[in-house]
């Protein structure tokens, strides 16, 4: 008897289920977008020139534009992993625009106010 082959629906199917390699591959994927994408931003005189004035500010150095792309590269998985827990872990991250009724802050902070004239630190008027 001949092994059998898979169907062709579990074929289909497995070319679409997630890989082990996919984040290393959307990671590779994310930097070739960040470095192409540096020069689609200076598409005008004044782009060209607010991104002097930033890399100026920051210290970057005079050949920045030359070594970012190698800056990127030396970017591992292993860091941009470990970033982002830094970052993302602490807890869910909300922004609140408006005057939200209810919304008290979490992290001690002032929290948003109903009356605009509430000072920080002071409890918002009650709404009559």
Same mark, same amino acid.
């Given at each position: 008897m001949p092994p059998a082959r898979p169907s062709t629906s579990s074929s289909r199917r497995s070319a679409s289920w997630p890989r082990k390699d996919r984040p290393t591959e959307e990671f590779v994927k994310a930097k070739t977008y960040l470095k192409g994408s540096f020069a689609l931003g200076l598409? *005008?005189?004044n782009r060209i020139a607010s991104q002097l004035v930033q890399m100026q500010l920051d210290n970057l150095g005079i050949d920045y534009i030359?070594?970012?792309p190698a800056l990127i590269d030396a970017v591992t998985l292993d860091d941009a992993k470990r970033v982002a827990k830094r970052?993302?872990?602490p807890g869910l991250l909300? *922004?609140?625009v408006g005057r939200p009724e209810g919304v008290s802050s979490t992290q001690g902070g002032?929290?948003?106010s109903p009356n605009p004239a509430a000072k920080p630190g002071q409890a918002p008027a009650s709404r009559e």
């Open positions: 598409d *005008t005189s030359e070594r970012r970052l993302l872990d909300v *922004t609140v002032v929290a948003a």
